[in-house]
């Protein structure tokens, strides 16, 4: 029977929509361009998760396989190798982790979960699984202990039962130790929940269990009694065994550690209190704050170890996290910055009855992870290898490029190098475990991120891989405020004056721009030499759009916008504009602010490091009182020399080697005066005095709720405005996906006039509509501003998308290059309006006839200070085609609603398609893929979808991710080649790819975890321990907790689930034959050559034994004949 494929019709049926489109349009040289990319080219699927796990609550480490993993409260796993071996699992249920436990060298996982249900993954796999979960009833986990080297599981329960489960069958023993039968008949309170399990080290059959309420039992396995009682006033926390097993330490509420000796039960050996200050008259020291863990690991060259979290004392009240290291007689105290989670004491020996000789400690913190060096003076840190530091200051913009110059990683990479912690441990990262994948693709990546400090990062993503290469700290551009009182001149943000609202960078000429929350713009040249800046060049411009002044009901006279004449230049705000006199000075008991800006730039020297250094800085003043409105778009071209930037007032070019404002004007004064699309503002205000204070009908205050920082607040990187507006936003956008769905029957009527308009970055931090046109997209290229013959070439064009969904371009008129680019004046002249669309203008990109993408003209890079004579400025890079597009090109854009192809220089549209009804697009691009052009769309219902190119057909369609938060709209961005991202947390980046060969090519990249090791032997236990039986005393746990013996448990305690990672265990499994293969040749030469030094080890024991049998016959010759008392 064929197989009916769903794709090859929707294929059809959007092509016949399509081509009925085009039949419409009445141009048909589109027919002849060939379209490769079709609907099975595409699907959906996530690929690697980067950052610092979000809400971290637990974590273990195998010892033999050098990996790490850490739970979340959200039920997410994290598993850690070398650098660059990351994975991360999800469990369905999404309740906290609480503990984790490795099957050391066994490529296996323990996880115990707060809703009672403990699972065992399967990490010999690329992308584990779970194999078997059970599921408890009855009874709340609380611990859970699995010893080394066994397959029987301890859980402590809430009630203080332990039941024991076999890890490889996942079922429940018959053996059970009952709370009542562990304590005292004479005890009348209950001892409250289990805290802690552990086998003795010496001993397998005594198992050591510690109650909350300060009651631990040495309970025997084999006699099914308590052994041993020990009693203490304060609660237990943790417990820690001498690797003798002679002794165990406790941890208390009250800050004391208690050292017990298993054979003295009445009292403890010692009592000690770290950080309790010694009373003069002898008495017990004051209480503390709780010692939350300890760990006790011994040397055998020096002291042991005793590392402890908590236990503070309590007039230290501000002071942060302490991690305690007590070694010997000294005491250090690390301070750490955020509070700890989790510790783990890395040792040398995974065998708990041999000397542990520590090396490092890992400290989970709720924000960061840390492993300390305790092999040197001082205890240094770990430089981290993993990309954990994305979160060091909220993210708020981020762009993904593709396909980026080679050169350009080593490039950033040697500037970065130098910015490197200092005084870290020169010993390599102790975290080693798992093996790279094999990536099928490897052009290179860069992520680039903007984050509320003012910092921009730079991070190598090539190869499913994240590392920071370079970090740039765009607030050394300006004055800090040196003490409190001090505040910036116009304080109109809160917090993070600093903060990067939006940037843009070319990566050929390595120019690169920013725009801040605060209304401003630094322009970047990248140098590999350090130079010293005496005067930062600045550029102050009053950006306003009068809507006082236009269309008043109450008989206000409207102005008329002045036209700037075609071909005329601007080079400063004074010549377009007159400006009022400075002097207004920043506070309002003055008079309103006028000529202001929000920050003051540095006056003293500014000494530049290797890599981006400051080439401009734009300022939008205040004007009338009224603050500079935030920077809505932001776009740079190195081959123009040009920087444009918008907001809801209007747009400005800047020259920025010429250092000079060409063109700043309203946006609706970029509309002919006889522009069928001029728009008047629905909502004018009324004329208020200079410098009042304008009311929403919320009741909020407009200057403050348009200057606030995106990451100002108390709770959250976001302020209270923010979060209010996102609840609008995600009601609106919980209503577009409630209308979408295939059982609505009934579709409300949808405005025409643009409901969902907004700009590209107010779309995300700007929920209502204003009055005002935004400026929401820019596209500098060379194309067809004007309706012209077809045989004109293209020249220099700047095209501007609004927020009401205008397309309007102005022309340039560019100066040659050389000598006279940097005298003579750019020209610039305004063309009115091209195309219109429903949503506000997301992105513009041009194809030519043959339906390639047109790239954008830039400039390749040079070194700017190199001296005159080794300067050689390389000239912009040629087209790729000229006559490909000379003759004719092809508009695209797209908005919240609609995507429009148009063809140029006619300005017809040639298809049209409506993406959707009852959403709208969040974030849109034109890419690039190995088989064509598409566009790209993440809507705010959650869908993804893909368009081709020109023709507009519909390729992918998928439901991906309801719109939860909106972090994930602010930094959702796609790139070439099938690659997207988007900040699914406050800390965590989320790779996905919509190509379906990348996803085919999954398993290859993703890096391996369980790699074939041999485990340790086991420690020797001497002549003397195995003749008197000293060493270790072993049990066999099948026989005590196996059914035969200890029957079956009772079928409603726990329900055992299958998990869904058997099946693909075993096919990975039947997979990896010839990895088994070569393992198992591998351990068949190694058990020969242990067998090989067992019989030379044999040979030698009884070479010693026929010596010992000859000295021991002399000295019976020697003394046969002798009495005793001649002895």
């Not at 436990?101 to 323990?110: I, K, P, S, T, Y």
């Not at 030519?848 to 993408?853: C, I, M, V, W």
């Not at 790239?855 to 050689?872: H, I, K, S, V």
């Amino acid at each position: 029977m064929k197989k009916f494929n769903i794709r090859k019709v929707l294929d059809g049926l959007t092509a016949a929509s399509s081509s009925s489109a085009s039949a419409q349009s009445g141009n048909k040289e589109n027919d002849a361009i060939p379209e490769s990319l079709q609907s099975e080219h595409f699907q959906l699927c996530k690929t690697v998760r980067h950052g610092f796990p979000h809400q971290p609550s637990s974590m273990a480490f195998d010892p033999v396989q050098k990996i790490l993993a850490i739970g979340t409260q959200s039920g997410a796993l994290r598993l850690f190798g070398r650098a660059g071996v990351e994975c991360y699992c999800q469990h369905e249920s999404g309740a906290a982790v609480i503990q984790l436990q490795f099957l050391v060298n066994e490529g296996a996982l323990v996880s115990a979960l707060t809703d009672d249900s403990i699972h065992l993954w399967n990490l010999r796999q690329k992308q584990p699984a779970i194999l078997h979960t059970l599921k408890f009833s009855k009874e709340r986990i609380t611990f859970c202990h699995l010893p080394f080297q066994s397959k029987w599981l301890y859980v402590g329960t809430e009630r203080g039962n332990i039941y024991i489960v076999n890890v490889e069958s996942f079922t429940l023993s018959g053996y059970v130790i009952m709370w009542n039968k562990a304590i005292e008949l004479s005890t009348k309170t209950h001892p409250g929940p289990v805290v802690h399990i552990s086998d003795n080290p010496m001993d397998e059959g005594k198992l050591l269990i510690g109650y909350e309420c300060g009651i631990v039992v040495l309970w025997d396995l084999k006699c099914k009694k308590a052994d041993c009682r020990y009693n203490y006033d304060e609660a237990i926390h943790s417990v820690a065994w001498h690797h003798e097993g002679k002794q165990f330490i406790c941890s208390h509420s009250d800050g004391t550690l208690t050292t017990w000796n298993v054979r003295a039960p009445a009292k403890p050996v010692q009592t000690i209190t770290p950080h309790g200050k010694q009373s003069k008259d002898g008495k017990k020291p004051e209480p503390c704050k709780p010692i939350l863990k300890v760990e006790y690991k011994t040397t055998r060259a020096g002291d042991p170890f005793m590392v402890l979290s908590g236990g503070l004392s309590y007039d230290t009240l501000g002071r942060r996290s302490c991690l305690t290291v007590m070694h010997g007689k000294s005491t250090t105290v690390l301070e750490m910055d955020y509070p700890i989670v989790d510790f783990l004491t890395l040792c040398e020996t995974p065998y708990p009855n041999d000397f542990q000789e520590p090396y490092a400690v890992v400290v989970l913190l709720e924000k960061d992870l840390v492993v300390i060096d305790l092999g040197q003076i001082g205890y240094p840190i770990f430089e981290n290898p993993y990309p954990l530091s994305i979160h060091e200051s909220p993210v708020t913009c981020c762009e993904y490029f593709a396909d980026c110059p080679a050169e350009l990683i080593p490039a950033l990479y040697s500037v970065g190098c130098r910015q490197k912690r200092q005084g870290c441990s020169k010993k390599e990262w102790p975290i080693s475990g798992g093996n790279w994948g094999q990536g099928t693709h490897s052009y290179p990546e860069i992520l680039v991120t903007g984050h509320a400090d003012g910092s921009v990062k730079f991070w190598d993503a090539s190869v499913l891989m994240l590392q920071v290469l370079y970090k740039l700290k765009t607030a050394k551009v300006f004055e800090r405020a040196r003490g409190k009182e001090e505040k910036p001149s116009t304080d109109i943000v809160d917090e993070d004056p600093f903060a990067i609202q939006t940037l843009s960078w070319c990566p050929e000429s390595r120019i690169f721009c920013v725009a801040g929350v605060s209304a401003h713009v630094i322009i970047y040249r990248f140098s590999k030499q350090e130079v010293t800046t005496e005067v930062i060049q600045l550029l102050e411009v009053r950006l306003q759009c009068e809507l006082n002044d236009v269309g008043f009901p109450d008989g206000a006279v409207e102005q008329t916008p002045t036209l700037p004449t075609p071909g005329t230049t601007s080079s400063s705000p004074q010549e377009s504009e007159p400006t009022p006199p400075t002097s207004t000075g920043s506070n309002s008991s003055d008079g309103p602010r006028d000529n202001v800006p929000c920050l003051k730039v540095r006056s003293a020297p500014l000494n530049q490091s290797p890599g981006y250094q400051v080439e401009l800085v734009v300022q939008l003043l205040w004007v009338s009182g009224e603050p500079p409105q935030p920077i809505t778009s932001l776009a740079v071209n190195s081959a123009y020399g040009l920087v444009v930037f918008g907001n809801s007032n209007g747009l400005a070019v800047v020259d920025y080697l010429q250092k000079t404002l060409l063109l700043h004007m309203g946006t609706l004064e970029l509309y002919s005066p006889t522009e069928p699309y001029l728009r008047q503002p629905r909502s004018p205000r009324k004329t208020q005095p200079s410098g009042a204070v304008y009311e929403t009908n919320e009741g909020t205050n407009i200057t403050e709720e348009r200057c606030k920082s995106p990451t100002s607040g108390p709770t959250s990187p976001y302020n209270s405005d923010e979060e209010r507006k996102q609840q609008r936003f995600m009601q609106k956008a919980k209503m577009s996906r409630k209308i979408s769905s295939p059982t609505t029957e009934h579709k409300p009527e949808m405005d025409t006039n643009n409901a969902f308009a907004r700009s590209r970055s107010s779309s995300v931090t700007s929920i209502d509509r204003e009055s005002r046109e935004a400026i929401s997209s820019f596209q500098l290229c060379d194309s067809f501003p004007r309706k012209t013959d077809p045989a004109s070439a293209p020249g220099p064009s700047l095209w501007v998308g609004t927020s009401q969904g205008a397309v309007l371009a102005v022309s340039l008129s560019m100066p040659p290059e050389g000598d006279q680019r940097l005298q003579e004046h750019v020209g610039v002249s305004p063309c009115g309006t091209l195309v219109r669309l429903k949503g506000g203008v997301l992105t513009m990109a041009f194809l030519d006839t043959s339906g390639a993408l047109i790239p954008r003209p830039c400039e390749l890079w040079f070194e700017p200070n190199a001296t005159d004579q080794d300067r050689e400025r390389p000239k912009r890079r040629p087209p790729a085609s000229p006559p490909a597009y000379s003759e004719g090109q092809y508009a695209v854009v797209c908005s919240e609603k609609q995507a429009k192809v148009v063809s140029l220089p006619s300005h017809s549209c040639v298809h049209k398609h409506n993406i959707t009804e009852a959403s709208f697009v969040l974030r849109a691009e034109v890419v690039q893929l190995a088989g064509g052009l598409c566009i790209v769309c993440f809507c705010a219902n959650g869908h993804i979808m893909a368009l081709s190119l020109p023709s507009l057909r519909p390729l992918l369609d998928v439901n991906y991710l309801p719109l939860t938060d909106m972090r994930i709209a602010r930094t959702f961005c796609f790139s070439n080649l099938g690659q997207a991202l988007y900040m699914n947390s406050s800390m965590e980046i989320q790779r996905i790819t919509y190509i379906q060969e990348t996803c085919d090519n999954l398993q290859e990249m993703l890096s391996e975890l369980f790699t074939p090791v041999e485990t340790p032997e086991a420690p020797n236990r001497g002549f003397f321990k195995g003749l008197f039986g000293g060493g270790a005393q072993s049990l066999d746990r099948e026989d005590l907790f196996g059914e035969t013996t200890a029957g079956k448990a009772s079928s409603s305690l726990a329900q055992h689930i299958p998990g869904p990672g058997g099946m693909e265990g075993m096919k990975g499994a039947a997979s990896g034959v010839v990895g088994d293969l070569a393992r198992a040749r591998i351990a068949l030469d190694e058990r020969g050559q242990k067998l090989g030094e067992l019989e030379e080890r044999t040979a030698a024991m009884m070479a010693s034994a026929d010596s010992f049998s000859k000295h021991a016959h002399g000295i019976m010759l020697k003394y046969k004949d002798k009495k005793w008392y001649q002895l």
